[in-house]
């Protein structure tokens, strides 16, 4: 064991001070771990730290596995990947204490995450002639909630070959040193002190504009030395990324968007974490609402669920490097095979789209092995401006604006026309009256919205033809679909009781009790405190004013009945 793990457990703070330890930490990281090569045990998790941060064992022997590359797909040096494994053994309470608050204001790609830890790995393999194997095989893992994955890979940048090299404590520290960040805030630009470096980061927001370029409010004058900025927390290199399918890039957004069970089998973790985020991410803004794994290895707890033939495959996009999924995953629709990704001054040869019969158990060679029928004919248009770019040495942080300003404007026409008919079974405000309950949101009715497609439909926005309503048709069945609906029916029925509120508050209250029982009136008193304490607990849309008023017409009412029943109502 190295000097790091006999460091003394860091003693805990004054109650003054925060009043949860490692409170801010957590805000951003659950844990960090060291996994190392054991010759007895294999994989073996070293440390967890914090010391009192509780993984449980299935997590434990789950993170080992994922924190190495398959043994075949490792070469010698330094690598970087991510995983993301399901939370076992139910809810925890965290250090970090939220309300929520995050997630209300958060875009919905970037929630944190509720049952489900990311795992960003450095991984490091050197010749070592003092170990018994000949080699130095160790991973540093950040374990956190939150989908940054290009903050924390910029983190392990800076913290893992130090850790790495000089053996000591300066793990800990560097857990002290993000204890002091502030937390992330949407909308917020965050300077977070690490290692004698600044990062520099702007936390995206809900209500940032959908594709707009990070603000460049960045407040540099006093800081020395120049902080490291990073223009994005999460955003990948998309054009890197895809530029094996840049041409089968509208099939790869069609199979996202309806949800379909894709195995992405690659040479290292590196390329397969890469492309599963990549293809998750090309649906922003909307929530890509299925299960993914960036990297997946035949250990994983899940894996025989995943290659049973009993039943059709989940609805999931998994990253593997072994070899043997090809056998084990061939009843999967759609398994994409691709090489190592390198960066030319050319356009990389591009996959083929081949049967899947053609699926090879040992030499597969890289292609879209499929028998999907897109839906929408191919933009051809985007081609050419990427290969124009290739030409002109277009910088590939330019390219993959193009396209992801291309998949923004796909997403954004295919979910408008839904967005404009879902808006339309919303009550009238007229029909809100304070002394009745809201009425009710009408049903979706996928007939009515696909009538509603002649005039209102995405061929306004966009200029791709194609079968639009098999699409959508195929679309209300996919996990995607039920996501979106449910999260904009809680918005709007939230909306509702915001402007029952707000109704209420404008009601002659006096007039309306003038020839009302006791009983309704005491019935208002109780309802009325109901709705008051679910806009708290909810967050409703409503300002603080109107909440006040309200509680303010409780006390009015309360204070016009008899003294015994006043006694009764403040007590309850």
């Given at each position: 064991?190295?000097a790091l793990c006999r460091a003394e457990p860091r003693p805990r703070r004054p109650a003054a001070a925060s009043p949860l330890p490692w409170a801010r930490f957590s805000a951003w990281l659950d844990c960090v771990c060291v996994v190392t090569f054991d010759l007895e045990l294999g994989?073996?998790?070293?440390?967890?730290?914090?010391?009192?941060?509780?993984?449980?064992?299935?997590?434990?022997?789950?993170?080992?596995?994922?924190?190495?590359?398959?043994?075949?797909?490792?070469?010698?040096?330094?690598?970087?990947?991510?995983?993301?494994?399901?939370?076992?053994?139910?809810?925890?309470?965290?250090?970090?204490?939220d309300d929520g608050e995050y997630n209300r204001e958060a875009p919905l790609t970037l929630q944190r995450e509720s049952a489900h830890y990311f795992g960003y790995v450095y991984f490091r393999q050197v010749k070592d002639s003092s170990m018994k194997r000949g080699y130095f095989q160790?991973?540093?893992?950040?374990?956190?909630?939150?989908?940054?994955?290009?903050?924390?890979?910029?983190?392990?940048?800076?913290?893992?070959?130090?850790?790495?090299?000089?053996?000591?404590?300066?793990?800990?520290?560097?857990?002290?040193?993000?204890?002091?960040?502030?937390?992330?805030?949407?909308?917020?630009?965050?300077?977070?002190?690490?290692?004698?470096?600044?990062?520099?980061?702007?936390?995206?927001?809900?209500?940032?504009?959908?594709?707009?370029?990070?603000?460049?409010?960045?407040?540099?004058?006093?800081?020395?030395?120049?902080?490291?900025?990073?223009?994005?927390?999460?955003?990948?290199?998309?054009?890197?990324?895809?530029?094996?399918?840049?041409?089968?890039?509208?099939?790869?957004?069609?199979?996202?968007?309806?949800?379909?069970?894709?195995?992405?089998?690659?040479?290292?973790?590196?390329?397969?974490?890469?492309?599963?985020?990549?293809?998750?991410?090309?649906?922003?803004?909307?929530?890509?609402?299925?299960?993914?794994?960036?990297?997946?290895?035949?250990?994983?707890?899940?894996?025989?669920?995943?290659?049973?033939?009993?039943?059709?495959?989940?609805?999931?996009?998994?990253?593997?490097?072994?070899?043997?999924?090809?056998?084990?995953?061939?009843?999967?629709?759609?398994?994409?095979?691709?090489?190592?990704?390198?960066?030319?001054?050319?356009?990389?040869?591009?996959?083929?789209?081949?049967?899947?019969?053609?699926?090879?158990?040992?030499?597969?060679?890289?292609?879209?092995?499929?028998?999907?029928?897109?839906?929408?004919?191919?933009?051809?248009t985007l081609i050419k401006r990427l290969l124009k770019g290739i030409q002109r040495k277009r910088p590939s942080e330019v390219q993959s604006a193009l396209l992801r300003r291309h998949l923004l404007e796909l997403t954004q026409s295919f979910i408008i026309p839904l967005e404009h008919?879902?808006?339309?079974?919303?009550?009238?405000?007229?029909?809100?009256?304070?002394?009745?309950?809201?009425?009710?949101?009408?049903?979706?009715?996928?007939?009515?919205?696909?009538?509603?497609?002649?005039?209102?439909?995405?061929?306004?926005?966009?200029?791709?033809?194609?079968?639009?309503?098999?699409?959508?048709?195929?679309?209300?069945?996919?996990?995607?679909?039920?996501?979106?609906?449910?999260?904009?029916?809680?918005?709007?029925?939230?909306?509702?009781?915001?402007?029952?509120?707000?109704?209420?508050?404008?009601?002659?209250?006096?007039?309306?009790?003038?020839?009302?029982?006791?009983?309704?009136?005491?019935?208002?008193?109780?309802?009325?405190?109901?709705?008051?304490?679910?806009?708290?607990?909810?967050?409703?849309?409503?300002?603080?004013?109107?909440?006040?008023?309200?509680?303010?017409?409780?006390?009015?009412?309360?204070?016009?009945?008899?003294?015994?029943?006043?006694?009764?109502?403040?007590?309850?």
């Amino acid at each position: 064991m190295d000097a790091l793990c006999r460091a003394e457990p860091r003693p805990r703070r004054p109650a003054a001070a925060s009043p949860l330890p490692w409170a801010r930490f957590s805000a951003w990281l659950d844990c960090v771990c060291v996994v190392t090569f054991d010759l007895e045990l294999g994989q073996a998790m070293e440390l967890v730290y914090p010391y009192d941060f509780r993984l449980t064992e299935k997590e434990k022997t789950s993170i080992c596995y994922l924190s190495f590359p398959d043994s075949y797909s490792g070469g010698l040096g330094d690598t970087q990947f991510s995983f993301r494994l399901r939370q076992s053994g139910g809810q925890r309470a965290a250090h970090y204490e939220d309300d929520g608050e995050y997630n209300r204001e958060a875009p919905l790609t970037l929630q944190r995450e509720s049952a489900h830890y990311f795992g960003y790995v450095y991984f490091r393999q050197v010749k070592d002639s003092s170990m018994k194997r000949g080699y130095f095989q160790k991973s540093l893992v950040l374990v956190s909630r939150l989908p940054y994955v290009n903050l924390f890979q910029s983190l392990l940048q800076l913290i893992a070959p130090e850790y790495f090299d000089k053996l000591e404590p300066c793990l800990e520290a560097v857990c002290n040193e993000i204890d002091q960040w502030p937390p992330p805030a949407p909308g917020q630009t965050l300077n977070l002190p690490v290692m004698g470096v600044v990062i520099q980061v702007r936390i995206p927001s809900r209500v940032d504009k959908p594709g707009s370029s990070p603000v460049k409010q960045f407040n540099q004058e006093n800081l020395l030395p120049a902080p490291l900025v990073l223009p994005s927390i999460h955003e990948l290199d998309l054009f890197r990324c895809f530029q094996p399918v840049l041409i089968h890039i509208q099939m790869l957004w069609e199979l996202m968007l309806l949800g379909e069970p894709v195995v992405v089998m690659a040479p290292s973790p590196t390329v397969s974490s890469e492309m599963v985020l990549a293809l998750t991410s090309c649906l922003a803004p909307l929530r890509y609402c299925c299960d993914y794994r960036p990297y997946f290895t035949i250990h994983d707890s899940e894996f025989k669920e995943y290659t049973t033939r009993t039943q059709a495959p989940p609805n999931i996009v998994v990253g593997v490097t072994n070899p043997f999924f090809i056998k084990t995953l061939q009843h999967w629709p759609h398994i994409l095979r691709v090489g190592e990704l390198r960066m030319s001054g050319d356009l990389p040869k591009q996959v083929k789209v081949k049967k899947l019969a053609k699926l090879k158990t040992l030499d597969t060679k890289p292609g879209i092995y499929t028998s999907y029928k897109t839906f929408l004919h191919k933009d051809k248009t985007l081609i050419k401006r990427l290969l124009k770019g290739i030409q002109r040495k277009r910088p590939s942080e330019v390219q993959s604006a193009l396209l992801r300003r291309h998949l923004l404007e796909l997403t954004q026409s295919f979910i408008i026309p839904l967005e404009h008919y879902i808006a339309s079974l919303m009550p009238l405000q007229r029909a809100i009256t304070p002394w009745k309950n809201p009425p009710q949101i009408r049903p979706f009715r996928q007939e009515d919205f696909m009538k509603t497609l002649e005039h209102a439909g995405p061929q306004l926005t966009c200029v791709l033809k194609g079968d639009w309503l098999g699409l959508y048709r195929r679309f209300f069945k996919s996990p995607n679909f039920d996501g979106w609906y449910r999260q904009r029916h809680k918005e709007m029925t939230q909306k509702l009781e915001a402007l029952h509120l707000e109704a209420i508050c404008e009601a002659n209250i006096v007039a309306w009790m003038k020839d009302k029982s006791e009983v309704e009136i005491v019935d208002l008193v109780l309802k009325l405190r109901e709705k008051l304490v679910r806009a708290r607990c909810q967050h409703l849309p409503v300002k603080e004013e109107t909440l006040q008023r309200v509680g303010l017409y409780i006390e009015t009412i309360i204070g016009s009945l008899p003294e015994d029943l006043q006694t009764v109502l403040h007590h309850h």
